[in-house]
Nanobody, 123 residues
């Protein structure tokens, strides 16, 4: 089992920045690929970014590329999502997730999920 706890969400004006964190516990964090997903009201949960176990391989949805950066610190068992130039359409609950295979985009490929953290971007 892997337990994941997100933090760092909040209310920010458009153009602002937030950094989300996801603290992992349980099994060896560096064995897992990690992903960030988001879910806006009335919409399905969707892929934001993913990273492999080493941090060298990353992937982003097109709408956040160049604005968001995913990273990890395996010594601290923590995943991050730096979000810059935020837009109102980034408003959602953000979730981190883990799988022991690869940095996939599909939610079905992830075995463990956090409880989510709310990000609200005002215009």
């Amino acid at each position: 089992q892997v337990q994941l706890v997100e933090s760092g969400g909040g209310l920010v004006q458009a153009g602002g920045s937030l950094r989300l964190s996801c603290a992992a516990s349980g099994r060896t964090f560096s064995n897992y690929a990690m992903g960030w997903f988001r879910q806006a009201p009335g919409r399905e949960r969707s892929f934001v970014a993913a990273i492999d176990w080493s941090g060298r391989d990353t992937d982003y949805r097109s709408s956040v590329k160049g604005r968001f950066t995913i990273s990890r610190d395996n010594a601290k068992n923590t995943l991050y999502l730096q979000m810059n130039s935020l837009k109102p359409e980034d408003t959602a609950v953000y979730y981190c997730a883990a799988n022991n295979k690869a940095p996939y985009r599909d939610t079905d490929e992830y075995d463990y999920w956090g409880q989510g953290t709310q990000v609200t971007v005002s215009s």
